[in-house]
């Protein structure tokens, strides 16, 4: 299986803290000025496929080699490569009448900032040119250039403390590290993607199934085949997305004519995107966890391909696009299911969010913000109901009655809530409107 390691780094000292930060910004320039070249052909040449390839990166990688080593020269190059081949299949993809995936014009790969304003401090090790060790003392060691070496009097490798543990200590094989410094904490990280055994993922504990509706307000709603159905609200994350959007244009406004971004643009963005996948990394491991402990070996998640244009507002088209990035999401849920033996299968949600639960017609309901009401008297929680009819559909039969919904709150460190009376600290329930008049479960039991 592929895995990721990230954890923080520190250099052991002053001088560590500045050769480090001299690689990562030779690495940001190298990427600049390898970029550039092929842009430049690019623009110059068949703007479908282009020229790009015929850039002179070998005479740049012996430019940057002194600072950097050759091998991590090589490995941004190599990077950079990756970039624009992505860029061309986006292009060709949204050039394919028939493929639906890519509705926004791909962008040429971009720049990491410029010498004036503050590059992005970012490089890449090759896997045979770093070694981590970890336990009481965890670290990591990188392989420098010659040039760095004689500027701050060092020899060998570049010794980086380790913070934190490891989530695959026990790898098979360890793949090329990417090295970079957030901004928005103040902190040097790395990412390792290593090679896992087969042998650690987990076997479930049952057959049971689950379905999850992925929504715009409502990030997830989820019903199992053991009656237990899951709300994770994102109202509040959505909102400061918006806030830090708005920030965003605000300052893009202000640019001088020619100029398309800056350092602080750019470490809004950097910041926006990160606090979206740590609540999106958490709610994936929060709900495979939960449905590993009810037994469950099937998830069903929506395909939203389709659906979005046909049915949904603009708003949220826009929270689910650009905001939760559906695919990425999907990508990174089936990365976890699968430590825990559990498949996930995307499959049509088509008008799940209209059928009624109850009587199965979807030209007599109304929904209202969170609410589905049908004319045959049903009401309840719009999404929850649709991950139960989305389910129900997987299983050809009806689901069982269900308990009373959770609800979870992002609190910027894992999804929890207020807890009520006999509630966990993890979780609170879903408030009075989920419940009819009756006290049923709104989902689908009514009077």
């Not at 040097?188 to 042998?199: G, L, W």
């Amino acid at each position: 299986m592929k895995r990721t390691n990230t954890f923080a780094v520190r250099p052991l000292s002053e001088d560590g803290e500045g050769l480090l930060r001299d690689l990562l910004d030779a690495s940001a320039a190298l990427w600049n000025e390898v970029n550039y070249q092929r842009l430049m052909r690019y623009n110059d040449g068949d703007r479908f496929k282009g020229s790009v390839w015929d850039a002179d990166t070998g005479h740049l990688e012996g430019k940057y080699k002194g600072v950097l080593g050759a091998s991590t020269a090589q490995q941004v190059i190599r990077k950079n490569s990756e970039a624009w081949r992505g860029f061309f299949r986006l292009k060709e993809q949204y050039h394919d009448a028939s493929n639906t995936s890519v509705t926004d014009h791909p962008e040429p790969p971009g720049f990491r900032g410029n010498e004036d304003d503050g590059r992005q401090l970012k490089t890449v090790i090759r896997n045979t040119s770093y070694t981590v060790e970890w336990g009481d003392r965890s670290r990591l060691e990188i392989l420098i250039g010659s040039e760095l070496k004689d500027k701050y009097d060092h020899t060998g490798r570049l010794r980086l403390e380790i913070a934190g543990e490891p989530n695959w200590p026990d790898y098979e094989k360890q793949g090329r590290l990417d090295l970079w410094y957030d901004e928005t904490d103040n902190t040097f990280r790395a990412s390792q993607p290593v090679t896992v055994s087969d042998e650690t993922r987990v076997t479930p504990l049952a057959d049971e199934m689950a379905a999850l509706d992925i929504g715009a307000n409502n990030l997830v709603a989820c019903t199992t085949t053991t009656g237990e159905q899951y709300l994770y609200e994102g109202r509040d994350l959505f909102a400061r997305f918006r806030e830090t959007t708005q920030e965003i244009a605000r300052l893009q406004a202000k640019l001088e004519a020619g100029r398309h971004s800056s350092e602080r643009i750019r470490r809004l963005y950097r910041k926006r995107t990160r606090r979206r996948d740590h609540a999106q990394e958490a709610l994936c491991r929060d709900v495979i966890e939960r449905l590993y402990a009810e037994g469950v070996d099937t998830l069903y998640i929506g395909d939203l391909t389709g659906v979005l244009e046909t049915h949904w507002s603009v708003e949220a088209n826009a929270k689910t696009h650009n905001f939760w990035a559906f695919r990425k999401f999907v990508d990174r849920l089936a990365c976890t299911a699968e430590e825990y033996g559990i498949s996930v299968e995307v499959r049509s949600e088509a008008w799940t969010s209209q059928e009624c639960p109850q009587c199965g017609s979807t030209d007599r309901t109304t929904r209202h913000q969170e609410t589905l009401t049908c004319a045959c008297g049903f009401e309840g929680h719009a999404d929850l109901a649709a991950s139960k009819t989305f389910l129900e559909r997987q299983m050809e039969q009806e689901v069982r009655p269900m308990a009373r919904p959770v609800r979870f709150e992002w609190d910027d460190h894992e999804w929890s809530g207020t807890p009520h009376p006999h509630d966990s600290p993890k979780e609170a329930r879903t408030d009075r409107s989920t419940v009819d008049s009756d006290g049923k479960i709104a989902s689908g039991e009514t009077a």
